[in-house]
T-cell receptor, first 116, second 116 residues
Framework: AQKITQTQPGMFVQEKEAVTLDCTYD???????LFWYKQPSSGEMIFLIY????DEQNATEGRYSLNFQKARKSANLVISASQLGDSAMYFC?????????????WGLGTSLAVNP | SAVISQKPSRDICQRGTSLTIQCQVD?????MFWYRQQPGQSLTLIAT?????????ESGFVIDKFPISRPNLTFSTLTVSNMSPEDSSIYLC?????????????FGPGTRLLVL
């Protein structure tokens, strides 16, 4: 079964420190994509970073990096130098093939609180 | 990324009534999706909105309850019919822009629906 698992319902981090949010996935597809989104309390879904299954290097976008370990089927998000504005829900998602369509399946999310 | 707008941004409705949510994009997109996010939950895909043809619904969602239209490449509507309090959620549309290599989905700001 194709599935995304986020095992950390809530995380705390001190401002300016780094934090890792865990994501593991299960799929039998050879080609897939992994995404991280941020959802602040305002409710909007903000795309952060993408990793393709064939990408050999870990993706990076500013303070965000994705620690992709294909053999372990993990795609952890690392946020460096945390800021107060990073407090939000973070969702991991995987793009899968579904018949003639491609769609995202989602993890349950991790709530991150950044302490001053 | 595209600029995506949704109307209304929020609404309070009486049970048994229907609400139509609009999603407008400022550029042509290949795919459009409708999601529901119940309070404190992750995202659940309702359907893929297909241009000029019937939407593709996910398991548990039916056209009679959630009719969807997509008359062109930049506009779609989702109707929540015969509402009950269980339909209280955030409804989000997302799009994949033309030429997006990773098929990243970008989200509208969402519609917060409360059914009394």
């Amino acid at each position: 079964a194709q599935k995304i698992t986020q095992t950390q319902p809530g995380m705390f981090v001190q401002e300016k420190e780094a934090v890792t949010l865990d994501c593991t996935y299960d799929t039998s597809d050879q080609s897939y994509g992994l995404f991280w989104y941020k959802q602040p309390s305002s409710g909007e879904m903000i795309f952060l970073i993408y990793q393709g299954s064939y990408d050999e290097q870990n993706a990076t976008e500013g303070r965000y990096s994705l620690n992709f370990q294909k053999a372990r089927k993990s795609a952890n998000l690392v946020i460096s130098a945390s800021q107060l504005g990073d407090s939000a829900m973070y969702f991991c998602a995987m793009r899968i093939n579904a018949g003639n369509n491609r769609k995202l399946i989602w993890g349950l999310g991790t709530s991150l609180a950044v302490n001053p | 990324s595209a600029v995506i707008s949704q109307k209304p941004s929020r609404d309070i409705c009486q049970r048994g009534t229907s609400l139509t949510i609009q999603c407008q994009v400022d550029s042509q997109v290949t795919m459009m999706f409708w999601y529901r996010q119940q309070p404190g939950q992750s995202l659940t895909l309702i359907a893929t909105a297909n241009q000029g043809s019937e939407a593709t619904y996910e398991s548990g969602f039916v056209i009679d309850k959630f009719p969807i239209s997509r008359p062109n490449l930049t506009f779609s509507t989702l109707t929540v019919s015969n509402m009950s309090p269980e339909d209280s959620s955030i409804y989000l549309c997302s799009v994949v822009t033309v030429g997006a290599v990773s098929e990243t989905q970008y989200f509208g700001p969402g519609t917060r629906l409360l059914v009394l």
